[in-house]
């Protein structure tokens, strides 16, 4: 099957005397579907990530795609790891990891060091993680895809019972020529599987390349999202990740003995990743977070600590 293909919506042939009916409903057919959204909320069976433990920002909804893009070392893989992490040691159910940024053996040790806040866990720990994560993770080990074929992998995970699939990046899928329309399609029918499978998936982007008024780190705006318009337009959440490197860059200092002035001191008080929520279909809030990293590459809001394996 071609790429082009997959979705083969262009090519259908609808007869419009039987299909003309299909799929219209009266509005009390969705009655009991409204009481249910009613009394429990848009977030019910949602998951609360690290980033918002009180459900009041941004949460992993079920039926929902989400778009998170950044700059080359923004932690953008890094935080989509650790989201992943803590989605498994919640005990919210199976993960799907499509990376092809990473060796899978890169991937999971990564992950063990998140989920012992530690980049030393010992030899005892990485076996009970292995274990925690044997019946709850599904990776892939390529490092570039075609749309089909990542299609085809998100709806694999699904059909096996993960509920939170991350394809980490986009860019590693070819689409033939730039195409835009496929773009747009492949985005499509990741909406419609997670749909159908009642889960969440999280796409991966670059932000664009280009010059800036505010320097070489800027905060990304929706249009820096490479690719088509496709890409925010069919998504139901858009996020983008920023790295504070100036507060990176003043930290290295200070560990080599420099004092930094008042000013200085409150920049290293700042956050050291911002999540900026761009667009939230389903709630009102579209704002900043800001998420302080350990060394070990795990992630927490101010004043309180990341989720470890008990």
């Given amino acids: 099957m071609h790429d082009s293909e997959?979705?083969?919506?262009?090519?259908?042939?609808?007869?419009?005397?039987?299909?003309?009916?299909?799929n219209l409903f009266s509005p009390s057919e969705f009655l009991g579907r409204l009481n249910t959204l009613a009394s429990n909320g848009r977030n019910?069976?949602?998951?609360?990530?690290?980033?918002?433990?009180?459900?009041?920002?941004f949460v992993i909804r079920p039926k929902e795609l989400s778009i998170v893009f950044g700059s080359r070392g923004s932690y953008k893989s890094t935080v989509v790891n650790y989201l992943i992490a803590d989605w498994i040691m919640s005990g919210a159910g199976k993960a799907g990891l499509i990376s092809y940024e990473m060796e899978p053996e890169?991937?999971?040790?990564?992950?063990?060091?998140?989920?012992?806040?530690?980049?030393?866990?010992?030899?005892?720990f990485r076996q009970r993680a292995m274990s925690v994560v044997e019946d709850k993770l599904l990776m892939?080990?390529?490092?570039?895809?075609?749309?089909?074929?990542?299609?085809?992998?998100?709806?694999?995970?699904?059909?096996?019972?993960?509920?939170?699939?991350?394809?980490?990046c986009l860019q590693r899928v070819n689409m033939p020529d730039n195409n835009i329309n496929l773009e747009r399609e492949f985005v499509v029918e990741?909406?419609?599987?997670?749909?159908?499978?009642?889960?969440?998936?999280?796409?991966?982007?670059?932000s664009r390349k280009g010059s800036h008024h505010d320097?070489?780190?800027p905060m990304p705006v929706v249009?820096?999202?490479?690719?088509?318009?496709?890409?925010a337009d069919n998504a139901h959440n858009v996020m983008s990740i920023w790295s504070n490197k100036k507060k990176k860059a003043l930290a290295f200092k200070v560990e080599n003995g420099y004092q930094p002035d008042e000013e200085e001191q409150k920049l290293l008080?700042?956050?050291?990743?911002?999540?900026?929520?761009?667009?939230?279909?389903?709630?009102?809030?579209e704002g900043r977070i800001g998420l302080w990293r350990t060394e070990a590459r795990a992630f927490h809001r101010k004043g309180a600590t990341p989720r470890c394996l008990a």
């Avoid at 083969?8 to 299909?22: F, I, K, P, R, Y």
């Avoid at 890169?106 to 005892?124: G, H, K, R």
């Avoid at 892939?140 to 980490?168: F, Q, R, Y």
């Avoid at 990741?190 to 670059?206: D, E, F, G, M, Y």
């Fill in 44 to 57: 019910m069976g949602a998951f609360r990530p690290f980033w918002d433990q009180w459900g009041d920002r």
């Fill in 106 to 124: 890169d991937l999971l040790l990564l992950l063990i060091e998140q989920m012992a806040n530690s980049v030393n866990p010992t030899s005892d």
């Fill in 223 to 231: 249009d820096d999202l490479k690719g088509s318009g496709g890409l």
């Fill in 140 to 168: 892939v080990d390529e490092m570039v895809d075609s749309p089909h074929s990542a299609i085809a992998k998100i709806n694999a995970t699904l059909e096996i019972g993960c509920k939170l699939v991350v394809l980490d």
């Fill in 190 to 206: 990741i909406t419609n599987l997670v749909r159908r499978h009642s889960a969440h998936c999280i796409v991966v982007h670059h």
């Fill in 269 to 285: 008080e700042m956050p050291d990743v911002l999540l900026d929520i761009k667009k939230q279909r389903k709630h009102s809030f």
């Fill in 215 to 217: 320097g070489d780190n």
């Fill in 6 to 22: 997959f979705m083969q919506l262009a090519d259908l042939e609808v007869n419009t005397q039987v299909e003309q009916m299909a």
